[in-house]
């Protein structure tokens, strides 16, 4: 008998319309999409910051791609994108970066170690 | 011919904002004309490096200022640069005045950085303090001006 084990289902996501306000902590196992304003903690795999959207506070994702505004800390363990109208202040945290001109980098910025690629747990059993 | 020793260097933030590079003694030499300055690989300068286009393949520690920058692969630049457009595909470490910036795949700019556009490509690796200097009306604003000037060597 093969079993695996540690596979996921569909990841949770969130999304927060334009116009909307939160405040509070969040942990989002898939992505998390903001058009409109967040503040507070944030953990998510992947966070996209849509034109409209503001986020400020502890924000710790795999993932980033900016097109609105991201303040105060700010930690992508891998991959992060500022498109042309997007802006991040305060520090920043990466491990890859893109910059498409236009966007703002401002504050303290710093490169860290790639994540670490996850690893799935395989069990084999034999039946007998 | 003119003479390097007359170019005043900026030494402050605001100067370099509203410098006249149209003027600079570098570019109205060879107005038209294609003029550059080579570094080259087994090449190091210690002191100051002023042209209108300078391509850094080797090490450069003390002052740049030029129009355009750019520091190669194997290029090294230690210190100040005061420049219109930098290109970094070397590695950089430097208190860094321009309004363009772009590091290219491969490029290391470790800074504290003021500038007015930047991008950075896919392996581009960026760190320092960056901050932007704000245009208003086409004029350059420097809300920080005097604060954290890099000065010239």
Redesign the interface.
């Known amino acids: 008998m093969v079993e695996k084990t540690g596979e996921q289902g569909p990841e949770g996501a969130v999304f927060i319309g334009a116009g909307v306000e939160l405040k509070g902590e969040m942990t989002v196992p898939g992505s998390a999409t903001v058009d409109g304003r967040f503040e507070g903690a944030l953990n998510a795999k992947s966070l996209v910051v849509g034109q409209t959207g503001h986020v400020s506070g502890e924000i710790n994702v795999e993932i980033a791609e900016v097109r609105g505004t991201v303040g105060n800390n700010l930690v992508v363990r891998s991959r992060l994108v500022?498109r042309s109208s997007g802006a991040i202040t305060g520090s920043c945290s990466y491990s890859?970066?893109?910059?498409?001109?236009?966007?703002?980098?401002?504050?303290?910025?710093?490169?860290i170690a790639p994540a670490e690629p996850e690893q799935k747990v395989v069990s084999i059993q034999r039946g007998d | 011919m003119y003479d390097c020793s007359l170019i005043t260097v900026p030494q402050h933030e605001d100067e370099v904002a509203e410098y006249d590079w149209e003027n600079f003694p570098p570019s109205m030499h060879r107005k038209g004309k294609t003029s550059f300055c080579i570094i080259d690989e087994c090449s190091g300068i210690e002191g100051k490096l002023i042209a209108r286009t300078a391509f850094v393949h080797g090490q450069v520690r003390g002052l740049v200022f030029a129009e355009h920058v750019t520091v190669e692969p194997t290029g090294r630049v230690d210190g100040v640069i005061f420049c219109r457009k930098l290109t970094v595909l070397g590695s950089v470490r430097a208190d860094v005045i321009c309004d363009n910036v772009l590091v290219r795949n491969g490029g290391r700019l470790s800074a504290a950085l003021k500038y007015r556009?930047?991008?950075?490509?896919?392996?581009?690796?960026?760190?320092?303090?960056?901050?932007?200097r704000v245009t208003i009306d086409g004029q350059a604003s420097t809300p920080a001006a005097g604060a954290g000037i890099p000065r010239a060597v």
């Open positions: 500022l890859k970066i893109m910059v498409e001109e236009g966007g703002e980098l401002s504050g303290s910025i710093e490169k | 556009t930047i991008k950075i490509e896919p392996g581009g690796m960026v760190g320092g303090k960056f901050q932007r």
